[in-house]
């Protein structure tokens, strides 16, 4: 972090704009978090507390975001897809609608993305989204009220398309009207949610073991604190300003971008292995709460208050995460982080067949989470050695949309095993496939990096 705050201040002396020097360092690998939180620190921050806009968008910004993690927490998925067990839904049919609320969630990033580019976007536009997903919390509710599968199904769709346009376009437009030095501001307060929805997890299930039809209660507070979040953005006084005047050019480098990755051998196998690893930690986090719930449910805990430790740790270990990751990448480099991080991920899947029991789950979560940030740190930096600066802002947005289109053929099959075969053989099944399928992808493409630049 010292050095980040050096560059910074180097490049300010230099008089370069403090945008471009935020996203010049965010493109050369270092932390989005780290980048703000530098920046934020080594500005004029007096001044900065003086302008009553950024002020204004700061304070509501906080009680968003504390609005938006008390609802994530209550409204946990994974409490829903218990809540959707419980209902008579069958295995597969579980998997196949959380597959189809990933993919529409892939599809749409970059639509709105785009979108807000060429549209000015109004802040009571965002509101509007926000208002429908908490309306999707309110079907969950009647769903299960009524055991009604339809619904559910109506309410998976209606929250993949509206979080997208509600979480997004909000992000997009604090950027555009947030000066970058108040960033790390927000940054801080992102952190202090995690530990929010770290209590709102428990209270959630402790409510719904402990209180008869408590799901009424946890969902009906999810869906009080979204329609409250989607008020405060009716009090923002800003909207996202059109960038450009059309997308076709986008999208025509695209498809070209698309056609230039695909027919680099490294990146090809960098993405199948990304694929494969994305496919195994969604088709996991699908049926892991389900599986708590199920199969732990005469121990620790008990029911939903059990899936809360786990996903307690997971949450709390996201912040150790990248403090961990940057230890890691600058003491054993970007191939080793790959293999290593990999492992850990499938550390995750395997304890739930090998070894099901609350503290080994909640170990072996805490391990899948880190582990997953160091993959995408070394998958970061090994892109950062092979891609110009201006092909990695593509890649990015390339690889998100390829690796879900095989979702379409591999989260049927993890479902049909999950409902023929049992959750225990699908997470055997998907430990065995990081280990078996992507760890030799990894070495395939040290090989091929070794020889391209002759390391």
């Known amino acids: 972090m010292p050095q980040l705050k050096e560059e910074v201040e180097k490049r300010l002396a230099n008089k370069e704009n403090i945008e471009a020097i935020r996203q010049s360092l965010i493109n050369h690998g270092f932390l989005e978090s780290d980048v703000d939180e530098a920046v934020s620190s080594v500005s004029d921050i007096v001044s900065q507390k003086n ?8 304070s509501k910004s906080f009680f968003k975001e504390l609005f938006d993690r008390f609802g994530f927490g209550f409204g946990s998925q994974q409490y829903i897809n218990i809540l959707f067990f419980l209902s008579g839904a069958s295995l597969f049919l579980i998997g196949i609608i959380n597959g189809l609320r990933v993919l529409l969630i892939a599809l749409f990033t970059p639509i709105i993305e785009e979108w807000t580019k060429v549209k000015r976007i109004s802040n009571w536009f965002i509101a509007l989204t926000g208002f429908l997903f908490a309306l999707s919390f309110v079907l969950v509710i009647l769903a299960r009220r009524f055991n009604l599968t339809y619904l559910f199904i109506i309410s998976f769709i209606l929250s993949a398309v509206t979080l997208v346009t509600f979480g997004n376009s909000y992000s997009k437009l604090i950027k555009q009207n947030l000066k970058p030095e108040n960033m790390g501001i927000l940054n801080k307060i992102s952190k202090i949610g995690i530990l929010i929805t770290a209590i709102s997890l428990f209270a959630s299930a402790y409510i719904m073991d402990n209180i008869k039809n ?14 409250a979040s989607a008020f405060i953005m009716f009090l923002f006084r800003c909207s996202i300003k059109p960038q450009e005047t059309s997308t076709i050019g986008f999208f025509k480098d695209l498809k070209t971008h698309a056609a230039l990755f695909l027919k680099n051998k490294i990146i090809l196998i960098l993405l199948i292995a990304s694929t494969i690893t994305a496919f195994v930690q969604t088709i996991g986090s699908i049926y892991y709460g389900i599986f708590i719930y199920n199969f732990l449910n005469n121990t620790g805990f008990g029911g939903f208050l059990n899936v809360a430790v786990v996903f307690i740790v997971a949450t709390l270990s996201s912040l150790l995460a990248p403090y961990l990751t940057r230890i890691n990448s600058k003491a054993y480099g970007k191939f080793p982080m790959l293999v290593f991080g990999t492992l850990l991920i499938a550390i995750m899947p395997l304890t739930y067949f090998y070894n099901p029991n609350l503290v080994a789950i909640s170990m072996a979560t805490m391990i899948g989470i880190i582990g997953a940030a160091i993959v995408g740190v070394a998958n970061g930096l090994l892109i950062l050695d092979i891609l110009h600066e201006r092909d990695r802002k593509y890649y990015f947005r390339v690889s998100n949309l390829l690796i879900t289109i095989p979702y379409i053929i591999t989260i049927p099959i993890g479902s049909f095993i999950a409902q023929a075969f049992g959750l225990k053989t699908l997470f055997l099944v998907l430990g065995l496939t990081l280990v078996c399928a992507v760890m030799p992808l990894y070495l395939i493409i040290i090989i091929l990096y070794h020889r391209k630049f002759k390391v």
């Open 51 to 58: 302008d009553k806009k950024n002020s204004a968008i700061v």
């Open 214 to 227: 408590g799901y009424l209660i946890s969902f009906g507070i999810t869906a009080g604190c979204f329609i």
